[in-house]
């Protein structure tokens, strides 16, 4: 083989491991989830925080399933998260992730309900100290058995 050739099948060779490392990184972030079976339940909750308070978690939980992308620690002023949970082998999935608004403000209630026959984010709320201040409104975008919804808290 020529140099020539040689240069030439080298930087293609390069060029196509650098497009695969690129689409799968690509598909990686493009809200994949790892399901075990067929129809079972997963959960992308996106919070936006539009107050001007960091949110401090307090508690969270993915009952009936497990955490992919848990909750931060704090949620700070016009920041986003996108929590994401599986159920391997279950039939429904809730989470919740629970944060204090400020130091000594309200608490605010994050929580999406993933069962067949009822999708709901009918716990979500604010109450505490100050929570008429503040409130929150949420839209559920897709269903069982992959749920997402997204939360605007001002």
């Known amino acids: 083989m020529k140099i020539a050739s040689r240069i030439a099948a080298g930087t293609l060779g390069l060029a196509a491991a650098t497009g695969i490392a690129l689409g799968a990184a690509g598909a990686a972030h493009a809200g994949t989830m790892p399901i075990t079976r067929p129809g079972e339940p997963t959960v992308a909750m ?38 994401t949970a599986v159920a391997p082998f279950n039939n429904h999935l809730d989470v919740n992730a629970m944060y204090r608004i400020g130091l000594f403000g309200p608490t605010a209630n994050y929580q999406l309900t993933n069962h067949k026959f009822n999708v709901n984010t009918g716990m979500s709320g604010i109450w505490g100290p100050q ?7 949420n839209h ?12 605007d808290q001002w």
């Open 131 to 137: 929570s008429q201040q503040y409130w929150m409104n």
């Open 140 to 151: 559920i975008d897709t269903g069982f058995p992959q749920a997402h919804v997204g939360f």
């Open 46 to 83: 996106t919070i936006t925080n539009h107050t001007n308070k960091p949110e401090y978690l307090i508690g969270s939980n993915a009952d009936g399933g497990q955490w992919v992308n848990a909750p931060q620690q704090v949620l700070y002023p016009g920041a986003s998260e996108t929590i």
